[in-house]
């Protein structure tokens, strides 16, 4: 069955960075676009950042963007959030999620596959 594990949460101070990853498994990985998405306590969950199933054209929120990076490296079925300059407002459990369609996807309900989450809590 399909199988996505997010990790590389944790707390870090404002200002530092975390990396997150994603391990995919009982999926045509490269038939597949990612997205990373994050949900703060009493939020609904968010966009955070899309990328390609070849990793060659990637989209980002507003408000992670010139801080977040997103990559993939189909060889080995991860994606990857790079995350700098992190800020208190980041804090939340991302999660990262995969979907078949071929346009861009911001929208949760687009996507067909879900990592359990990760926490991530900045501290000021």
């Known amino acids: 069955q399909v199988q996505l594990v997010d990790s590389g949460g944790g707390l870090v101070q404002a200002g530092g960075s975390l990396r997150l990853s994603c391990a995919a498994s009982?999926?045509?990985?490269?038939?597949?676009?990612m997205g990373w998405f994050r949900q703060a306590p009493g939020k609904e969950r968010e966009f955070v950042a899309y990328?390609?199933?070849?990793?060659?054209?990637?989209y980002y929120a507003d408000s992670v963007k010139g801080r977040f990076t997103i990559s993939r490296d189909n060889a080995k079925n991860t994606v990857h959030l790079q995350m700098n300059s992190l800020k208190p407002e980041d804090t939340a459990v991302y999660y990262c999620?995969?979907?078949?369609?071929?346009?861009?996807?911001?929208?949760?309900?687009?996507?067909?596959?879900w990592g359990q989450g990760t926490q991530v809590t900045v501290s000021s």
């Open positions: 999620a995969a979907t078949p369609r071929i346009s861009i996807s911001t929208s949760s309900n687009r996507y067909d596959y």
């Open positions: 009982g999926l045509t990985f490269s038939s597949y676009a």
């Open positions: 990328i390609t199933r070849s990793g060659d054209y990637t």
